[in-house]
């Protein structure tokens, strides 16, 4: 097995890859991660976010990725009920949220399509809209952090990329709340040690096994504090859940579902097994620990 890391999309990307040993693992995803990257950062001037967010409510084409990840995090957000949200509110001088579209004076009056649509009590409104063209508009007041769902989404096109060269497996992951494979890492699964939060980092209480192309996101207050946000309170969530861990078969389910997860509560389990019964999850609150059947191995 190989392996290569470099800093990346603000934390430390991994590539293991097992077989393909002509393959310059490095020589070829470094750029391909550094171009997308530069697409989906909020933190890059001319990112296409960036561009999304200097120019509200006008229509802004994006490269592909960003096109792949945005239409990934709205399906999202609408399985989730918005328990995940890649959208933030700006509350500023200027702006108390996010507003309509249509019908300012740079743009005339609004159509009658565009009424309906930009009326915040509609069902058809939503502050980022899309068109043909990968063509994307996002409401003033609003501001976009495609973070975790982004990075998942560049695993699974470099596990892709890992297999289109021959190699009989790999795993790619950022920091340790990213995670994609395919085939196995020598003759099991892939094996993912856990930490629980509150717990010393550097022992696992346990480990996860990583089913053949499937993609893992663990979300919890252990390492970055209490950062995740209620977007129904825009206040850090309080749910009973400290720590949640989702493997599926997209990127996209993992990474909304652990987020999601944390901001629903433990109750929310039987929906995401409603919802993706092929997923497999762990929950970790104040005093106990919720798995899948069979999947969490504790040590």
Not at 94 to 112: K, V
Request: proline share 5%.
């Amino acid at each position: 097995m190989s392996t290569v890391r470099w800093p990346a999309m603000g934390t430390l990307l991994e590539l293991h890859v097992v077989g393909a040993p002509n393959w310059d693992v490095e020589a070829e995803c470094h750029p391909l991660v550094a171009e997308w990257e530069s697409r989906l950062s909020r933190f890059i001037s001319d990112s296409d976010v960036s561009r999304l967010q200097q120019a509200t409510g006008e229509w802004v084409e994006v490269a592909p990725i960003t096109d792949d990840v945005l239409v990934s995090a709205l399906e999202a957000r609408e399985e989730t009920g918005g328990a995940f949200d890649v959208l933030a509110t700006v509350v500023d001088a200027n702006h108390q949220g996010c507003e309509p579209h249509g019908g300012d004076q740079r743009r005339g009056e609004a159509t009658e399509s565009e009424t309906d649509a930009t009326n915040h009590d509609s069902p058809s409104y939503s502050p980022l809209e899309r068109r043909e063209g990968r063509s994307w508009r996002l409401a003033a007041g609003c501001s976009l952090d495609l973070g975790g769902i982004a990075k998942g989404i560049v695993t699974e096109r470099l596990c892709d990329l890992a297999s289109w060269r021959g190699a009989a497996g790999a795993l790619v992951s950022f920091g340790s709340s990213s995670l994609t494979c395919f085939g196995q890492g020598g003759s099991d699964d892939w094996q993912i040690a856990l930490r629980a939060p509150g717990h010393d980092r550097t022992k696992a209480i346990g480990y996860l096994s990583l089913p053949n192309g499937f993609s893992l996101s663990v979300s919890g207050f252990a390492e970055r504090g209490h950062h995740i946000v209620d977007p129904f309170t825009s206040r850090p969530s309080t749910s009973d859940i400290m720590c949640a861990a989702v493997a599926a078969p997209r990127a996209a389910t993992a990474e909304s579902w652990s987020t999601a997860l944390l901001v629903l509560g433990s109750t929310a389990l039987p929906q995401l097994a409603n919802i993706h019964p092929e997923t497999k999850a762990v929950a970790i609150t104040a005093d106990k620990l919720i798995s899948t059947p069979g999947w969490f191995l504790p040590l």
